[in-house]
């Protein structure tokens, strides 16, 4: 069994190199395609999480927390008494910003200088994090207008003081090429496996491959090997481009890297089989490609935060593997994430893996029969 499985995919790999045609189709059904852009792909950020750690109990300070409380976007989930709290809400991503007043807020206010106010924010996601900073600064800049006009004076009565976790400079780099690895390991190993079975019935030789001594699960297994094979590789070259050549760090370990990377590469596999086992010609199996490619791409998180989806579309990603491999990745580089905080990322993973593999069996059973 082992060289049977050995050779088909040593000739799927050689099948993959020496294909130097590449088709596109690059058409979708518009329906969905108008359905997950209309509803998933926005940039408006309508429910920014955030904690209050007022440290000054005073009337000043309870106007600035009510304006941020009051504003639209914003929405208060925890009061924070202890800075070693902060890193928690955070980390756990609670919270997407904390506000910060310091003991010293009114105290510097009556005094004619600038209070201080910190805004804490989770850089994981450097665009997020730009667009909650613009519109924390308009409300203070509110809040100065306020107190000019209740004192008097001609300096803004408060600063801010910017602190981003896990990127500190806000660099969308640090967040886009993390989420690289994840699209176009998708991308390739879906078009690898996708295209297998499908390019056999259209050369006429998968006919000739189910006289030879091969069982079902042998030739599954032939075709779902290449795609591990060419994702890992891939993915290996975009994290080594992403360190060395973006200056990107990887503050995480290997092991929880990979293992995210393997589950991850099992669920897409499985789909990709699913798609080939349903097409009669490569057009359709890209086609197929396709249609799966750009709606797991919107519901993933990759560009736009799945908490301002509508709560209908959130459901939908929780069967998309590319969510929780985005996760996995982001944390391992941004975070160092260790292996064992992961493990709800993975977990989904392994029953999305064994479950598509499944019905791509079942599926190509059906058609061999």
Do not use: C
């Not at 070693?84 to 997407?96: C, G, M, T």
């Not at 690289?180 to 499908?198: D, H, Y």
């Not at 086992?277 to 490569?282: F, Y």
């Not at 982001?330 to 260790?338: D, H, I, N």
């Amino acid at each position: 069994m082992l060289y049977r499985v050995l050779g088909l995919v040593i000739k799927e790999l050689l099948a993959v190199l020496k294909d130097v045609k590449s088709r596109m189709v690059l058409i979708g059904p518009p329906i969905i395609q108008l359905v997950v852009f209309g509803y998933a792909a926005t940039y408006d950020l309508n429910h920014v999480t955030f904690a209050v750690y007022n440290e000054d109990p005073s009337q000043a300070s309870r106007e600035l927390v009510a304006r941020f409380e009051d504003a639209p976007a914003f929405q208060e989930v925890a009061r924070i008494h202890n800075n070693a709290e902060v890193a928690a809400l955070i980390d756990n991503r609670k919270v997407l910003l904390v506000l910060h007043i310091d003991r010293r807020f009114s105290r510097d206010l009556l005094a004619g200088s600038a209070g201080p106010v910190q805004l804490i924010l989770d850089g994981r996601n450097s665009n997020t994090a730009l667009l909650v900073l613009g519109y924390a600064n308009t409300i203070l800049t509110d809040f100065d207008s306020w107190w000019l006009a209740q004192h008097g004076g001609v300096n803004p009565p408060a600063t801010l003081d910017i602190r981003a976790r896990f990127n500190e400079n806000l660099e969308s780099r640090w967040f886009i090429v993390p989420g690289i690895v994840a699209l176009l390991t998708q991308v390739v190993t879906l078009l690898v496996t996708a295209l297998s079975v499908a390019r056999e019935r259209e050369a006429g030789t998968f006919d000739q491959l189910l006289v030879t001594p091969m069982r079902p699960i042998d030739i599954l297994l032939g075709k779902s090997i290449p795609g591990v094979i060419v994702g890992g590789a891939e993915a290996t070259f975009i994290i080594a481009a992403g360190v060395f050549w973006f200056g990107v760090p990887l503050r995480g370990g290997i092991l929880p890297l990979y293992l995210g990377l393997f589950l991850f590469l099992i669920s897409i596999i499985g789909v990709g089989l699913m798609i080939s086992s349903l097409s009669v010609t490569q057009q359709q199996a890209l086609l197929g490609t396709f249609l799966f490619m750009v709606p797991s791409i919107i519901l993933s998180g990759f560009a736009t935060p799945i908490a301002n989806m509508p709560r209908a579309i959130q459901y939908l990603t929780y069967i998309n593997p590319m969510r929780y491999f985005l996760i996995v990745v982001r944390g391992v580089f941004l975070e160092g994430s260790p292996t064992w905080s992961l493990v709800p990322q993975f977990w989904p993973m392994l029953i999305i893996g064994p479950a598509t593999l499944a019905m791509a069996g079942w599926l190509f059973r059906r058609r061999l029969y």
